[in-house]
């Protein structure tokens, strides 16, 4: 307990100058993780003038947990399947931006003569755009809505998943002490076996744990549950020789599928906001202000190649995925800072000891310069566009446009692509599930088996139980797509398929054989030929087995239920963009998602009187309300705040249409004590206006916005005021209303007295 004293005084410090500065920057309209570092700054060691924490170490470690909650909640926002759906666009405009800004940065730090390890985080680094300080940017403004600024958005999506693969790399490199190709790929494949093997385990896993005891988890439990299994993936990570981020958010990425994601993000967020402050203003702490000063040469170099080399190579990766010139150069410009991923980056090197300690106060200096400037060049975009429009052969700008829009979404793909992939899909994955349990067994049963029962015996006793537990997946591989309507429609659209399509089923059934034939030559003596013979004849009893049927059948029912759950649900409460939202080709016109904020004048008036699509060009596809999507409303539909409209327009319509949202906000001014509700007598007199008239006649409500609660009659309990009963001379009457309504009634009432 000697260190408590300690540690409460450092949390306190750290939190109270936290709370300080980020509400300044609230007031200036900056990004509160640049707060957060200023807040590090003046608790650092290297300002003089303000109070200092007494331990780093214990800082770091509190650090440390931010850095897991950060990625955490970052691998719930992610998913696998949006990936899967984005198609090929995003992923070839994030790999070109991240190899192209990672040879960039590493070549400016060669050329500044640091160290190889330097170069090739500072490479990293650079590589990252910052997807907080990009929200925060589009937000403010009023970018969200327009089409560049969604494909921005799936590029970070990859850029996360990627950049947990390149700290890997980086991690296998530092390690290593040097850059070797077969090495660093054997990490790689061996990273993306876990990945994959994780996910699919967790999957099935996760959900149907949430499921079978969702009557028992209130908030609190699944509060408990999902920190606590994002801290065992978290053990179960660095036992695997990755880092803790890797898990915390393949984690994330698994609750991300399953119905309570997005209760598990709201009730991690506070925890995650708490956290990830703490490790924000521990990068403030690294900040040397003589560091920068001797550096600053390098931090301006560095600043003027992200600005620059994000403008070229972004905008050039955006239009190598099939964007047209003007959206690409937006995407690009939009893209030009570093920021949180980069100081994970940092963190990794310091941690294992290869990176300089210049080099963390450098990426902070530039993280904060090309953070204030994000906004000017978003802004910059259009007349960069309009230059370099000017500049350019026409002839190449219509080309790359030409391009762009012949690439319909919408395009077919043969029945064979759709079965190939399929086919390939599935191999891949059942493949990764038989692998997995065959290391488990061989490396753990078997030692058991062995020292419990004989040699022999216990090999034969692994082997049967091994290839029971893989029966179902060997089945799969075999049986899987055989009746699926790619592979019925190629049956049944010519003879010439049917040779093919068979030696599909042989191909899978020969590397089902393979699998049960590396057990079987593993536990027995026998020779090669007999046991790919008897592996061949066991897979056939698989195929034939009604028991294996059912077990893969609901096996495979199981998971895809639990990858699906969220889909279905998102969909029964009209939280998914229709089908068509994809297949707008024109490049100007776009489905975008307006929310209509609170306080506005629009509330309570229908879409014939605002007049929309006349006024401003805006045709509202939808209204979502309460969880429910209202599809091509009528002119009588009502709008409310808090509703959510789903409008089809081009992007300098939406542009206009949020300034004029914005507009009719009305602001009202509040004075509680205006507002109370008090409780008032009143004693009705004979020349009383409300004399002889009833509660419901009276416009006591209507007129006054007050409401009689009972009738004074000599008893203890007050008399119900219904809406028939009059007001009778002498009546002690007792009324609820606002101050200044209250005060009203009692003026008329005595005025006429």
């Not at 693969?165 to 290593?176: F, G, K, Y």
């Not at 699919?200 to 606590?228: A, D, H």
């Not at 350019?392 to 690439?407: C, G, R, V």
């Not at 398929?497 to 042989?506: E, H, K, Y």
Request: charged content about 15%; proline content about 4%; glycine content about 6%.
């Amino acid at each position: 307990m000697e260190h408590l004293p300690d540690l409460i005084y450092d949390l306190a410090l750290i939190l109270v100058l936290a709370g300080a500065v980020t509400l300044i920057f609230k007031r200036l309209r900056q990004p509160l993780v640049l707060g957060y570092i200023v807040a590090g700054f003046l608790a650092g060691p290297h300002m003089p003038y303000t109070p200092t924490v007494n331990d780093i170490s214990t800082v770091e470690t509190w650090a440390n947990i931010g850095v897991i909650f950060l990625m955490f909640t970052l691998g719930i926002e992610f998913s696998f399947k949006k990936i899967l759906k984005m198609g090929s666009k995003p992923v070839i405009a994030a790999i070109t931006i991240i190899f192209a800004m990672s040879m960039l940065g590493s070549l400016v730090g060669h050329a500044f003569g640091w160290s190889r390890m330097d170069s090739l985080f500072l490479g990293g680094m650079l590589a990252m755009s910052s997807t907080t300080i990009i929200y925060k940017a589009f937000d403010d403004l009023g970018l969200r809505g327009q089409r560049f600024s969604s494909n921005v958005l799936s590029v970070l999506v990859l850029e996360d998943i990627l950049g947990i693969l390149l700290m890997v790399i980086l991690s296998t490199i530092a390690v290593s002490k040097e850059f070797e190709g077969i090495t660093v790929l054997d990490n790689l494949l061996k990273l993306l076996f876990y990945l994959a093997l994780l996910f699919l385990v967790g999957i099935f896993l996760v959900p149907l744990m949430l499921r079978k005891n969702r009557r028992w988890i209130g908030k609190e439990t699944l509060l408990v549950v999902s920190v606590g299994m994002c801290f065992a993936m978290v053990v179960l990570a660095v036992k695997l020789g990755y880092s803790a981020a890797f898990g915390a958010f393949m984690m994330g990425s698994i609750f991300a599928e399953t119905i309570e994601a997005d209760m598990i993000g709201k009730l991690v967020d506070p925890v995650k906001n708490l956290f990830g402050a703490v490790f924000f203003v521990s990068v403030g702490m690294l900040v040397d202000p003589n560091v920068l000063i001797q550096y600053w040469f390098p931090i301006i170099i560095i600043t003027f190649t992200i600005l620059v080399g994000q403008a070229v190579f972004g905008t050039g990766g955006f239009i190598l995925s099939g964007q047209p010139l003007k959206i690409s150069m937006q995407c690009g410009f939009s893209m030009a800072q570093i920021g949180e991923f980069a100081f994970i980056i940092a963190s990794l090197g310091l941690s294992l000891g290869v990176t300089s300690s210049f080099l963390y106060p450098i990426v902070v200096a530039v993280s904060v310069i090309t953070t204030f400037l994000t906004p000017y060049m978003i802004s910059s975009a259009p007349a960069a566009y309009r230059f370099a429009s000017r500049k350019l052969p026409a002839a190449l700008i219509n080309a790359l446009d030409k391009k762009s829009h012949s690439e319909s979404p919408a395009a077919r793909r043969s029945s064979w692509k759709l079965l190939l992939a399929a086919l390939a899909k599935q191999m891949l994955s059942y493949s990764i599930l038989c692998i997995a349990v065959t290391a488990i067994s061989l490396n753990f049963l078997l030692p058991f088996f062995r020292h419990t029962l004989t040699h022999w015996i216990g090999n034969a006793v692994c082997g049967i139980i091994t290839i029971l537990l893989l029966s179902p997946f060997l089945r799969a591989i075999v049986m899987r797509k055989n009746h699926s309507e790619e592979y019925k429609s190629l049956w049944l659209g010519g003879k010439r398929n049917r040779p093919l399509l068979a030696l599909t089923i042989i191909v899978r059934f020969m590397w089902a054989s393979f699998i049960t034939y590396y057990i079987i030559n593993y536990l027995s003596p026998f020779s090669s030929i007999i046991h790919f013979g008897v592996a061949m004849l066991l897979v056939a009893l698989m195929l034939y087995s009604r028991k294996v049927k059912k077990y893969s059948i609901m096996l495979e029912h199981t998971f895809m239920e639990n990858l699906r759950s969220r889909d279905l649900q998102a969909e029964m409460h009209g939280r998914v963009k229709p089908l068509y939202a994809n297949r707008l080709l024109s490049r100007e016109i776009h489905l975008a998602e307006l929310e209509v904020p609170e306080n506005t004048s629009w509330a309570g008036k229908t879409l014939k009187e605002l007049d929309l699509s006349r006024k401003y060009g805006i045709m509202v596809s939808s209204i979502l309300r309460g969880g429910v999507r209202q599809n091509i409303p009528t002119a009588e539909k009502t709008i409310y705040p808090g509703d959510r409209l789903e409008v089809i327009a081009s992007d300098e319509q939406l542009r206009k249409f949020a300034t004029i949202m914005a507009e009719a906000i009305e602001t009202v001014e509040l004075h509680p004590e205006q507002h109370e509700t008090q409780l008032k007598c009143l004693i009705i007199g004979s020349s009383s206006p409300l004399c002889n008239k009833t509660v419901g006649e009276s416009g006591i409500r209507d007129k006054y916005r007050c409401m009689v609660v009972g009738f004074e009659g000599g008893k203890e309990t007050l008399d119900f005021p219904s809406a028939s009963r009059r007001f009778k001379e002498n009546d002690i009457v007792w009324i609820v209303g606002e101050k200044n309504s209250l005060n009203k009634l009692l003026r008329d009432n005595r005025r006429n007295e």
